[in-house]
């Protein structure tokens, strides 16, 4: 069954939403997993179906359930949210594949490194006021400029797992 997407503009419903990443630390030993707490974004679809937006991340809101690990994340050895406090992924463009398969398109904003990222995304319906997003893809910290890596301890990309709902907005 495709979803349809109704034009307009849309609102991300925080506490419907996550975003979420994981990494292997420990020579591959361990992978340690997170969740923003704070999410926020929007985004327009237009009347030939291609769609618009911003998601935001509150950087320090990360959390791995671990205080002291957090800590770290938050410090200048990774995410620096003192002097970046927010990560942004502005969508330039979003086109329907086939079936319920979203082609995403835009820029990702980390620590105040912008890089290109792509990806696909998977739409998921809720009804005509309500329609989700859900993504998997895979980041290389190190382009960012998060090079920390005591012993070599992390390697490999950082994988991101977004499951993302948005409402109508009210007119």
Known sequence: MTVAVQTGTWQLDPAASTVGLRHR?????????????????????????????TVTLEAASLDTKHTKRDTHLRSADFFDADQHPEITFAVRGADRLDGDAVRVTGQLTVRGVSRPLDFTARLT???????????????????????????????????????????RAEA
């Open 125 to 167: 319906g809720e009804g005509a006021d309500a329609l989700g997003l859900d993504a998997e893809f895979t980041v290389d910290r190190e382009q960012f400029g998060m090079g920390w890596n005591q012993l070599g301890m992390l390697r490999g990309l950082t994988t991101v797992t977004a499951k993302l709902r948005f409402v």
């Open 25 to 53: 630390t420990i020579w591959g030993l361990v992978t340690v997993k997170g969740t923003f707490t704070a999410v926020a974004g929007g985004g327009e679809v237009r009347a030939d179906g291609s769609a618009t937006g």
